[in-house]
């Protein structure tokens, strides 16, 4: 991003974004071109320039797959938008889902986009969770400022309530572990949010993890998509033996204490 936004200082945007407009008229929403976006706003720049097209969901949705497709991992903004909008587009078939329930379609879509970009429908509905983050935190998800579980907690707290929360990141540095975002959510619930206690939240000091969290996504990067976890964990235990035993035998008992003169 940082070389993005020096790019744009230098040069402008060089390629337009492309938009569709509202369907409630007000205004434009980005298909392709979040980036960006993003970037003319910390480059400065108050106009983008942009390609409009009338487009329906589906034809959205492939322009944006065929944007990233282009340039790579998507940022999670975007993942949560093409997400959303496939959904949407499977919701809109309405009873041509064979065999679904009328009240069932919405829970199917899910379940449908999920296989269709390889995630359980749990994680496409917390990705979907981002679109209801303000922007600035969605920002700050992107530029990985703000961890992703602890957004899908920030997302159910009131708008004015979780541009608060950016302020206090910004001031406190430091953002929100998975159990402080809860704490900020059900204090949203209650009614008893404001800036002193976020900042009290916050600055609060994080116990440490002590677990070691790595993602299917960055595993498959290595494995392929086609091994599954429980292979990935075996040949990784596999790895990790052999890298032992090249190592240097290390002491892994403490002396014990002299014993004290009588």
């Known amino acids: 991003m940082a070389e993005l936004v020096g790019t744009i200082k230098e040069h402008g945007v060089m390629t337009p974004a492309t938009v569709r407009p509202e369907k409630d008229g007000n205004g434009y929403e980005i298909v392709a071109g979040h980036r960006r976006h993003r970037g003319s706003e910390m480059a400065g720049l108050e106009e983008l320039p942009c390609i409009v097209r009338s487009m329906t969901d589906i034809e959205a949705v492939r322009e944006m797959k065929n944007s990233n497709k282009q340039r790579g991992e998507p940022l999670p903004s975007e993942l949560a938008k093409l997400l959303d909008l496939e959904v949407e587009a499977i919701k809109h078939q309405g009873g041509r ?20 970009n390889g995630m359980n429908y749990k994680k496409v509905m917390r990705y979907i969770r981002l679109n209801s983050l303000v922007p600035e935190l969605l920002n700050k998800v992107d530029e990985k ?12 707290i009131k708008p004015k309530n979780q541009r608060l929360v950016a302020v206090s ?37 994080k116990k440490e993890d002590k677990g070691v969290i790595i993602s299917t996504a960055e595993l498959e990067k290595y494995f392929g998509k086609e091994v599954t976890p429980a292979k990935m964990k075996e040949q990784i235990m596999g790895l990790l033996d052999e890298w032992k035993q090249k190592q240097p035998p290390q002491l892994t008992k403490a002396p014990k204490k002299m014993e004290k003169d009588k």
């Open 169 to 205: 990141i910004d001031g406190e540095q430091s953002s929100p572990s998975v159990a402080q975002a809860k704490r900020l959510r059900e204090l949203d619930k209650e009614g008893k949010l404001n800036g002193d206690v976020i900042d009290g939240i916050l600055s609060e000091k």
């Open 145 to 156: 400022g703000l961890g992703f579980m602890p957004a899908v907690e920030l997302s159910y």
């Open 97 to 116: 889902l064979d065999g679904v329930a009328e009240g069932d379609i919405g829970k199917r879509s899910v379940e449908i986009v999920g296989e269709n």
